[in-house]
């Protein structure tokens, strides 16, 4: 990992305990229960117009559901994650689906060391800079758009609000209520954790942040009041 002067954040994970090996092992089927993986890899793939010669870097890529999908289009998927639990799930499934184009870092936003020689195409983070309060999601931002290569992309997709500031309690206790209906009472759960202890943020303060830091805005789509996907190119 990078070493990073004292008063930089310390990177954990708040809210749930994702390097809790019990909680990384039951990762996958919990998610699954509200998403479907493969959809969501093919999808990034035709958005992103991803190539058998890209190199593509996934940001907090958890358990790899979407990792080692977007491994069957691609070069290279560098997985980087701050649980080494999850990675060793990760790892895990790579072996047994005989998956060798991809490599793993246990480190995170901040502390993933990059060989800047050896710039990326594309850059895929989902639900994962949630993790980090603004400033740091600034700093966590800038470092992808050093990785980039000049005009390539970045996959951008997370808890992100565009309710209205007057509206919170009634569209917080809207999305409670949706994910117990999809995904049940433990992700119901995870998602009043989420609220209470984690850095999602509204979708005008991660607009401003991505265009402060190297990027453009492409496209924005709200996938739900509480989801939204951003496409961005790096200037």
């Known amino acids: 990992m990078k070493t990073n002067p004292n008063w930089y954040y310390e990177e954990k994970t708040p809210g749930v305990d994702y390097l809790n090996p019990k909680i990384a092992q039951k990762y996958d089927a919990e998610h699954q229960k509200f998403r479907n993986f493969k959809e969501e890899?093919?999808?990034?793939v035709q958005v992103m117009e991803i190539t058998?010669?890209?190199?593509?870097m996934d940001f907090g890529c958890g358990t790899g559901g979407v990792a080692l999908?977007?491994?069957?289009?691609?070069?290279?998927?560098?997985c980087v994650d701050i649980s080494r639990e999850m990675l060793d799930v990760l790892e895990n499934k790579a072996k047994k689906l005989n998956i060798n184009n991809i490599e793993t870092y246990s480190a995170g936003f901040l502390t993933y060391n990059?060989?800047?020689q050896d710039k990326v195409n594309k850059i895929v983070s989902m639900v994962a800079l949630h993790h980090l309060p603004d400033f740091w999601k600034s700093v966590a931002l800038l470092k992808m758009a050093e990785i980039l290569k000049p005009g390539e992309k970045l996959y951008l997709f997370d808890i992100i609000f565009t309710f209205n500031i007057q509206d919170h309690q009634k569209s917080i206790e809207k999305m409670i209520k949706d994910m117990q209906d999809v995904a049940g009472d433990s992700?119901?759960?995870?998602?009043?954790?989420?609220?209470?202890?984690e850095f999602s943020t509204y979708d005008?303060?991660?607009e401003g942040l991505l265009e402060?830091?190297?990027?453009?805005?492409?496209?924005?789509?709200?996938?739900?009041s509480n989801f939204v996907e951003y496409i961005c190119s790096k200037l």
Do not use: Q, R
């Open 41 to 44: 890899s093919e999808h990034i």
């Open 52 to 56: 058998p010669e890209d190199t593509v």
């Open 69 to 78: 999908n977007l491994a069957k289009y691609c070069d290279k998927v560098i």
């Open 114 to 116: 990059h060989n800047w």
């Open 187 to 197: 992700m119901a759960h995870e998602t009043e954790i989420h609220i209470k202890d």
């Open 204 to 206: 005008w303060i991660m």
């Open 212 to 224: 402060k830091t190297g990027f453009l805005i492409d496209s924005k789509k709200i996938k739900s």
